[in-house]
């Protein structure tokens, strides 16, 4: 843990560009390589713990660093009602209030636009909200949801979108991705910093053809990276990878690929094979609070009485501070006791999971492997827990 009053500066890097991406190695589709921010390295392809308000729940900035993450996900929404971007750059950027000294990602807030969908409107200008926490009123455009990030210094930045709700009719598909293609076209023009990556999001929904249409929309704009939106969000797996693998085969091959909101172990191992480089999901952390535990075995529930006398380590196969130190039992018996360690014990040990299971992709990638990998590992994964949102 930091020393109190610790705050070690984020190595801003001299950049040329706000990013730089390079392809090391490829195994079909599957690709692993280097994407280069202002403040690191971040080796692909790459998960991103979900910190929606500037921290990573129940885990310090300087343990997810020694997990082996370079890079976290924050939301430039919820930093804007509180504690408001001018704050956040007064005291040195995102990264630097967070004491996290790697790379942020900051989603726009369009995400918000379907899950807090009950005080929020969407018109042409951008998204209307009444704050959740105290009802005030928050207007968040296109041109206002870059300035923010801008504030914010993060190293990446997304353009707002509007993530269609599962399910929809192909029109009210086809309208929200159009809207989406004007705020983009209004981001990139809005975009000042030059030092900070801006990324376009793809829409569709569940069509193929709107899938098609979103995809040359957003590529046709000078984004420094792209990302897949509007998946898991409660439509079928199948079709959710059907759709994954259709945006990826649309996506630039030069520039950083990002599958936004997935997902579970085996989800992401298939998002890898069809070439995409970066991921974020709150499942590791929201599934650990709630007494779940990804293993080599598949998805452990803490919780579960056969754990009550058992010494093993959630994991043999796991090297983590959690699986070195405690057993099931210790582990069932935090939860039941609603211990907050128990929180913090199995989020380590998730992200952990996780975080491993990158390094492991990238080092199959570079063997030329990852095929084999992948289809091992995911019969181990068989029975995992479902994909989740964004917010965490």
């Known amino acids: 843990m930091l ?30 390589g280097r994407l280069v921010t202002g403040h690191g390295e971040v080796a692909t392809p790459a998960f991103m713990p979900v910190g929606t308000r500037g ?3 129940a885990m310090a900035p300087d343990e997810i660093w020694a997990m082996g993450y370079r890079m976290v ?24 209030f967070m004491g996290y000294r790697g790379a942020v990602l900051t989603d726009s807030g369009g995400f918000q636009a379907m899950s ?3 005080i929020n409107s969407v018109d042409e200008r951008g998204i209307r909200f009444r704050s959740h926490l105290d009802g005030a009123p928050v207007v968040l455009t296109a041109e206002g949801a870059v300035e923010i990030q801008e504030q914010i210094g993060s190293d990446i930045m997304m353009a707002l979108d509007e993530c269609t709700a599962f399910p929809v009719e192909h029109a009210g598909a086809l309208k929200s991705l159009e809207l989406t293609a004007r705020w983009a076209e209004r981001a990139v023009r809005a975009r000042r910093s030059q030092t900070q990556a801006l990324f376009g999001i793809v829409q569709g929904s ?4 709107l899938r098609r249409m979103s995809a040359a929309q957003i590529t046709a704009l000078a984004f420094d990276g792209y990302a897949a939106g509007g998946l898991s969000v409660g439509e079928p797996r199948d079709t959710m990878l059907e759709m994954a693998a259709l945006t990826a085969s649309m996506l630039p091959a030069a520039k950083p690929r990002y599958l936004m909101g997935v997902g579970t172990p085996e989800d992401l191992l298939a998002a890898v094979a069809m070439g995409y480089d970066m991921f974020d999901c709150v499942l590791p952390t929201r599934n650990a609070r709630n007494g779940s535990a990804f293993t080599s075995e598949g998805r452990i529930s803490i919780k579960r009485a056969a754990h009550q006398r058992d010494q093993r380590p959630l994991d043999p196969r796991c090297d ?22 128990a929180a913090r014990a199995l989020t380590e040990h998730n992200l952990s999971f996780y975080s491993r299971l990158m390094r ?22 068989a029975g995992s827990a479902g994909a989740g949102g964004e917010t965490d």
């Open 206 to 209: 569940i069509y193929p053809d």
């Open 116 to 118: 807090l969908a009950k």
């Open 320 to 341: 983590c501070r959690p699986c070195r130190t405690f057993s099931r039992a210790y582990l069932r018996h935090l939860y039941m006791s609603g211990e907050i360690l």
């Open 360 to 381: 492991e992709s990238q080092a199959a990638i570079a063997s030329r492997t990852f095929a084999a990998y992948a289809k091992a590992r995911a019969a181990e994964f």
């Open 55 to 57: 921290a990573v729940k």
């Open 73 to 96: 996900l924050a939301n430039a929404y919820h930093l804007l009602v509180r504690p408001g971007p001018a704050l956040v750059r007064e005291l040195g950027g995102v990264g630097r």
């Open 3 to 32: 020393a109190a009053g610790v705050f070690p500066p984020p190595a801003k890097m001299e950049m040329t560009t706000p990013i730089e991406f390079s392809i090391i190695a490829t195994d079909g589709r599957a690709r692993a």
